[in-house]
């Protein structure tokens, strides 16, 4: 079975520019998550999607990031405009449901400059 | 919100040596505690979780406790060998309708010595 899919696998920008990350999760998982962690730290939720509905997003800083799962599968989430302190690794999970457990992607590491 | 507590951040062993890694959370509600092994330039891997209504849970060489009262959880990994160095996290969630929003401890970064 082909895990959470990323992409890209890394990022770098100037501060005060934009970018996507683009997340695919195992087939017929209905749920699926942000996180971001910060190196030398656990990952942090920032948004969770039950099917292409938003069940919470309360940690996400709605000021710069967004995030969407039109259709239900796939899910991108933007930074606009980017700070310093957003460099960190940014995870996508997926889950069967919101009883079951929850299975990682890679990961994109994204840098700003 | 839920706050968990995660130590040692970092743990050597010598390679047959058993390794403990102890978390503590605040949310008495919290039911699902799972943990995650992070190998460098990876995503976190699931491999070991435990639900509320269980004590101990054993899969081979590693194993979870769980001691509600007290709040804690423990993995405990025996006959360590040079391919579990990583690092680990635990974490916990209120696995319901809410879905499965979990919360990580900092990370202990594990070390077995061939």
Not at chain 1, 16 to 38: D, E, K, M
Request: net charge neutral; glycine share 8%; hydrophobic share 35%.
């Amino acid at each position: 079975e082909a895990g959470v899919a990323q992409s890209p696998r890394y990022k770098i920008i100037e501060k005060r520019q934009s970018v996507a990350f683009w997340c695919n999760p195992i087939s017929g998982h209905a749920t699926l998550y942000w996180y971001q962690q910060i190196l030398g730290q656990g990952p942090k939720l920032l948004i969770q999607f039950q099917n292409n509905g938003v069940v919470d997003d309360s940690q996400l800083p709605k000021d710069r990031f967004s995030a969407e799962r039109l259709k239900g599968v796939d899910s991108t989430l933007k930074i606009q405009p980017a700070k310093l302190e957003d460099s960190a690794v940014y995870l996508c999970a997926s889950s069967l449901g919101i009883y079951t457990e929850a299975f990682f992607g890679q990961g994109t590491r994204l840098t700003v400059v | 919100g839920e706050n968990v507590e995660q130590h040692p951040s970092t743990l050597s062993v010598q390679e047959g040596d058993s390794a403990v890694i102890k978390c503590t959370y605040s949310d008495s509600a919290s039911n699902y505690f799972p943990w995650y092994k992070q190998e460098l330039g990876k995503g976190p891997q699931l491999i070991i979780d435990i639900r509320s209504n269980v004590g101990e849970k054993k899969d081979q060489r590693i194993a979870v406790t769980l001691n509600k009262t007290a709040k804690h959880f423990s993995l405990h990994i025996t006959e360590t060998q040079p391919e579990d160095s990583a690092v680990y996290f635990c974490a916990a969630s209120i696995l319901g309708n809410a879905g499965n929003m979990l919360t990580f401890g900092g990370g202990t970064r594990l070390m077995v010595k061939p």
